[in-house]
């Protein structure tokens, strides 16, 4: 079986997200979404606290939305 890896940089739409939903043509292949927090060079960069605050409350959404269990299922 064949794994996509969909890396979600800055953008963490998953419902209009060509990368995505190019991955997901395969019906075959696991698709995993990443993205990684880097809470440490947000500091750095000055990221408003709400605009992190948006990330983290995107991110715990789309962790409920996988059953808690750290895989998004966009496809479909």
Known sequence: MATHLVWLRT???????????????????????LYIATPGQWREHHLAPRQAAFIASHLRSLHAGAGGGGAVTACG
Do not use: E, G, T, Y
């Open 11 to 33: 953008d963490l739409r998953i419902h209009d997200n060509l990368a995505l939903a190019a991955a997901c043509r395969d019906p075959q292949a696991q698709v995993l979404a």
